[in-house]
């Protein structure tokens, strides 16, 4: 687990390399769809985070309104957007039409577990989740080796172009299922959408870890989409990027 690839943020805490042991556990291929949210929401009424604060967080690329916005100070992409929530993941205007299959959004930690509560499963731990990213590929960059773009083709889905205001492909959500599988049948282990794990930050920032990196990924401000990065955010937090998969066991 982990890395001491020099790409590497020491303040993310992904090194040293060392070894750790998981118990037996399962891991869904793919994370959570907005359809099966959906249908957690409507058998329970579960609120999400977001609907009560009553904003969530947009990369600004993905609004399609000129009305102002609060602006995140330290990254000037985000827009602190009023109705944005895993329903209307642009705002109001917005809707889910084209991506049902698409990763849920807009869920906070909190909003997670409640929904693995409901479904009979649970978060995966930090190491759980890293152990089945890599799919049984040993200290390689990506689910499927070290080449960035093996062959030549997009093989995850990351920001393109020149972050963040100069994109060169679509940048948002894609359906959990799209690019190839790892080895062990898992999809987006890296891009897409960040994934909420079970495990704290470090022994002293209880803070949940995300793990996996998400579409606005570059390698011109960071190198997370590889599976061994790592962030972490308050629980209550949601982003239009972040998402989960669960795990059972």
């Given at each position: 687990m982990g890395t001491d690839d020099p790409v590497a943020d020491p303040a993310d805490g992904e090194g040293p390399v060392r070894p750790?042991?998981?118990?037996?556990?399962?891991?869904?291929?793919?994370?959570?769809?907005?359809?099966?949210?959906?249908?957690?929401?409507?058998?329970?009424?579960?609120?999400?985070?977001?609907?009560?604060?009553?904003?969530?967080l947009v990369f600004a690329g993905r609004l399609t309104t000129d009305r102002p916005h609060l602006v995140v100070a330290a990254a000037p992409w985000w827009r602190v957007v009023p109705g944005a929530s895993w329903r209307h993941p642009e705002g109001p205007s917005s809707d889910l039409e084209g991506r049902d299959d698409h990763p849920v959004v807009h869920v906070s930690h909190l909003d997670a577990l409640a929904y693995c509560a409901w479904a009979g499963?649970?978060?995966?731990?930090?190491?759980?989740?890293?152990?089945?990213?890599?799919?049984?590929?040993?200290?390689?960059?990506?689910?499927?080796?070290?080449?960035?773009?093996?062959?030549?083709?997009?093989?995850?889905?990351?920001?393109?172009?020149?972050?963040?205001?100069?994109?060169t492909a679509p940048v948002g959500t894609v359906p959990v299922d799209a690019f190839a599988p790892n080895g062990f049948?898992?999809?987006?282990?890296?891009?897409?959408?960040?994934?909420?794990?079970?495990?704290?930050?470090?022994?002293?920032?209880?803070?949940?870890?995300?793990?996996?990196g998400s579409y606005l990924c570059h390698e011109s401000y960071c190198h997370r989409y590889r599976t061994s990065a790592r962030i972490a955010n308050t629980p209550d937090t949601s982003t239009g990027h972040s998402g989960f998969r669960m795990a059972f066991g």
């Open positions: 750790v042991t998981v118990a037996r556990f399962a891991i869904s291929a793919t994370a959570v769809t907005n359809t099966e949210f959906a249908r957690f929401v409507e058998e329970t009424g579960h609120v999400t985070t977001a609907e009560r604060f009553g904003d969530s499963g649970r978060l995966p731990t930090e190491e759980e989740w890293e152990f089945a990213a890599r799919g049984g590929l040993v200290q390689r960059r990506f689910p499927w080796g070290d080449e960035f773009e093996p062959g030549g083709e997009p093989a995850m889905n990351v920001f393109r172009g020149s972050f963040p205001y100069g994109p049948g898992l999809f987006n282990t890296t891009g897409n959408v960040w994934e909420w794990t079970s495990s704290p930050f470090s022994p002293d920032d209880s803070r949940p870890v995300l793990r996996g």
